[in-house]
């Protein structure tokens, strides 16, 4: 059985500084791209960060460019995401995933991400 579960959310002040990690089991986590997502209330979920097969292949989104850094640690079986300067609308719930390194399509895609954590909440206030 697969299993992605997230931890290091809470609450910070603006400006402030988070670290999320992802640890997988019942998988080859080698074998698949991680990333990461994140839902405000009554908003979509929405794509933070991907990393592939290679660390040296990531990818952001342009409203956490330059502030969020995404890695993984295979050994470890856990991916990373380094959270800086955060601002009051990075206030989420944050959800790792994890998508089959066969499998097409776009690193930003929900549906083509097989499997899901059961997220951690991040409330930066002002």
């Known amino acids: 059985q697969v299993r992605l579960v997230e931890s290091g959310g809470g609450l910070v002040q603006a400006g402030g500084s988070l670290r999320l990690s992802c640890a997988a089991s019942?998988?080859?986590?080698?074998?698949?791209?991680m990333g990461w997502f994140r839902q405000a209330p009554g908003k979509e979920r929405e794509f933070v960060a991907a990393?592939?097969?290679?660390?040296?292949?990531?990818y952001y989104s342009d409203s956490v460019k330059g502030r969020f850094t995404i890695s993984r640690d295979n050994a470890k079986n856990t991916v990373y995401l380094q959270m800086n300067s955060l601002k009051p609308g990075d206030t989420a719930a944050y959800y790792c995933?994890?998508?089959?390194?066969?499998?097409?399509?776009?690193?930003?895609?929900?549906?083509?991400?097989?499997?899901w954590g059961q997220g951690t909440q991040v409330t930066v206030s002002s």
């Open positions: 995933a994890a998508r089959f390194f066969a499998y097409g399509g776009s690193y930003s895609d929900t549906s083509r991400y097989d499997h």
């Open positions: 990393i592939y097969l290679s660390s040296s292949n990531t």
């Open positions: 019942g998988l080859t986590f080698s074998n698949y791209h």
